[in-house]
């Protein structure tokens, strides 16, 4: 997402520097900012920007890694920018549909509980209330499942045909990767902002259905059906309302799975 997000900004006519831990291929016109958010020495030399998009993620899927991500390394990142807080106008942190943990397929928008039961939502969550309580200009983007060129495993599995559907309905909400970071963009260049923005397609699908249709399409045998079902232990089973994102303006390009996953097949 991130990547994505630079190349647009440059097109667009921005300076635009990429923070990463080791030496990497970055889109063309942006400049490589060397640093680990785990490492505070090493953010002491960053340059002066006006606006910041934190899109650091887990590299592993346990605990440990969780909390560097969205809380260790957003605290040292913090820290480093301080001095020049006057000048950022805008901190975006990228969040997810993990802090909520509604399970029973409700309808849920900006405003709804943020109670997580896994430790990846309380991380997430944790994040946002350490962003919220600095004095930089602050707004959290809640993602949900993000897919496109490089996160095609939903669709990969069903070509495998290792996909299984559970008998209970599981709602699902997923955004494009390419929507992920124009809705960025979009927000970044209104004159103002919410303080939180759930950025999810407008069609919360069930599982079973997405599963099936992607089945259809790449002309498979169906999933079969799952022995056990722990979606909701996982995911929850929940479904995000982009209304507010719609509201300021945003038109995705992917309005659904359908769309999204038709592009890269």
Known sequence: MGSCLAERLVGAGHSVWGLRRRDAKLPPGVELQRADLCAPESLQALPRVDCVFYAAAADRGDETAYRAAYVDGLRNLLGALEPTFPSVQRFFFTSSTAVYAQDG??????????????????????????LRASSLPATVVRFGGIYGPGRTGLLESVRR?????????????????????????????????????????????????????????????????????????????????????????????????????????
């Open 105 to 130: 397929g409700e309808w849920i928008d900006e405003a709804s509980p943020t109670q997580p039961k896994r430790f990846n939502g309380q991380y997430v969550l944790e994040g946002e209330e350490l």
């Open 161 to 265: 045909g290792s996909a299984r559907v559970s008998a209970e309905p599981i709602y699902t909400n997923r955004i494009h990767r390419d929507d992920c970071a124009a809705a960025l963009h979009h927000l970044m260049d209104l004159p103002e902002v919410e303080p939180t923005y759930l950025a999810v397609d407008s069609d919360p699908a069930l599982r079973s259905d997405v599963l099936r249709w992607l089945a259809d399409r790449l002309g498979v045998a169906e999933p079969s059906p799952a022995q056990s079902s722990d979606a909701r232990r996982r995911g929850g089973s929940k479904r995000c309302s982009n209304a507010r994102l719609r509201s300021t303006g945003y038109g995705f390009r992917y309005p659904s799975f359908r769309e999204g996953y038709e592009g890269l097949l």
